[in-house]
């Protein structure tokens, strides 16, 4: 007993990264935002049906349902926060906010004759992240502090209790569940394998009864009486058991990774689909995530971003007062020294740009990369991109169509000398930025 | 938000004591649930060999009958609108649900709502061996528990 109280003291307050706990913040947030979102229309309609109003929970005492306004913009403002916590901007108030706001929306909307079990985990999952400093990677308010002067967090227990504890919460439900199989009328039925093939026979003829999509493999496996024996005593085992997968970090993943197959087999023999276990996302907090993350950025990288060793050159109009304005905010956003620069007028790119570029047209900055060579709003968002986030933002305009993007450019471009003046000769650049320029 | 070892033990033993603390659910006389805290009661209900359950069917003129598909027959999800037609007799014997019900396929469907000639609730029993492996879809029994005429 003293070996198990004092590993789970040690896990618990094990130290554990930021991106952790921001990615679980991430991928959490999305799910909710993604559910706000594709189920806004329907949960509109179903406040409606005010006969089925049945309150539960923290909502117990509420007589009569909400308004279908005021429940309209409760969503709203639902998805608005769910957004503040993904991006975590000023966590410290809409973190707890989006906590406190999410339990009473999933409340209310559980409160219309049905319970959904499978948003539990999700909802807990919200409100103990909303709650703990998982905003402090990953974030707008991480960036803002790096950009007072704040350091970079490194791995800390205030990071990994959280983590555990969402592990915890998780394992907890499983067993809660497989206690209430054995303590049911059921009892050991369901090692036996007999229990869990009438329940599934019945959501079957439910489905069926009601003209619902029935599921793919059930016409197939409810013959086999055999293999629900096996499924039976697999399902009590990741239930019963799971408070033991907390002991080793080793034993929660195979748990995780078995759960996660055991609710991919409820969707094929039931049609059943928990979209937050199937997806994964109920099961991240027992892997080291931001491991992957990492690896995969440096992969990408590796293949995608603009060549270290090859650095870019940024040729612009060095007589345009917006351009040499750009070039500055370039420079001063530009951490990882991605680019140089040189003036369309200089020498340099009249050697690298050949005759491509002649000095009547200077109305395109033009972004050079070893043989990719990339103009106009292109060379903008490539620019956008190789900064970094948050202006890596903007790359996604690269989506709508060239020609519309460089009718917008070539407007800007053509009103540029009237609106924002010019320079009667070429920037001289400042000391420490000189060897940014070539021909200088 | 950053806590002390204490406040985060502290933190933790609650939220681990509330989760857990609907398992006492299992054993008192009149059980809830409920959310987000729950103890979860699904699949630990004993089965018999039959089943009976609350469902819809349409009559056309011709007196054909159909099974009305979940979607016409309530709002949100399969298992929602399930509850809904289980709770339905309830309130006045159904007679209001059926309107209702009505109500929504003149909005959905108008061409299948203007070929129905009455609604029917009822509840129907059937038994599962039966019923899956030997092709037997016809309830053992089905008994009528409210009807809505549409045309005379």
Redesign the interface.
Known sequence: MKTIIKTLKEG??EAISPQRLALLRIATGCFSLWYLISRFE?LQ??V??T??FDP??VLFWMEEPLSTTVFWWISIGLIVLNIFYIIGWK??IS?PLFALLT?LF??YR????????N???L??HIV?LG???SADAWSIDAWQGRRNGNKVKKAH??YG?PV??IC??TL??Y???G???I????AL?WANGN??R??V??D?????????ETAPLF?II??HTWLFLGMGILTLILEIGAPIALLKKRWGMVWAVLTWSMHWGIFLIMGIRFRYQMTGLLFLSFFETEKWIAFLRKKIKGKKSISRETTAIVFFDGVCSLCNAWIRFVIRWDKQRCFRFAPLQSAAAQKVLGRDFSHEKMDSIVLVDGAQKYVKSDAILQIAKELGMPLKVIYVLRWLPLQLRNVIYDWVARSRYSWFGKRTNCRIPKPDERWRFLDT | ???T?RQ??I??IV??GI??S??VQ??VKTPT???????????????GAT?G?Y?VVTYDSLGRKE????RL?????????????N?AHR?DGGI?FLK?VEKHLAKKDKAYYSSLARIELVK?Y?H??N???NND?LPLLERNIATLKIKE
């Open positions: 618990w307050f329907m309609k179903m409606r049906n006969s089925a539960i929970g966590f410290k973190g339990l999933f409340t559980n409160s219309w004759s049905m319970i959904y079990h948003r539990n985990a909802v807990l103990i709650l703990v400093a227990f205030n209790w555990v504890l915890a919460v907890g439900s067993f809660l569940s206690i209430a199989k303590a049911g009328d059921l039925e229990a869990m009438s329940q026979a019945i079957a003829i439910r489905k069926s009864v009601l003209v619902a016409k409810y013959q | 938000m950053k806590y070892r985060a033990a933190f933790s939220v681990l989760v857990l609907p398992i299992n054993w649930d409920s959310f987000p805290f729950s103890y979860y009661p699904m699949f630990s209900k004993k089965r089943y359950l469902y099974h009305l598909p979940y027959a309530g709002t949100g999800g399969f298992n929602q609108v399930r509850r809904q037609i709770k309130n209001s209702r129907g059937y599962l061996e019923y899956f492996l879809t």
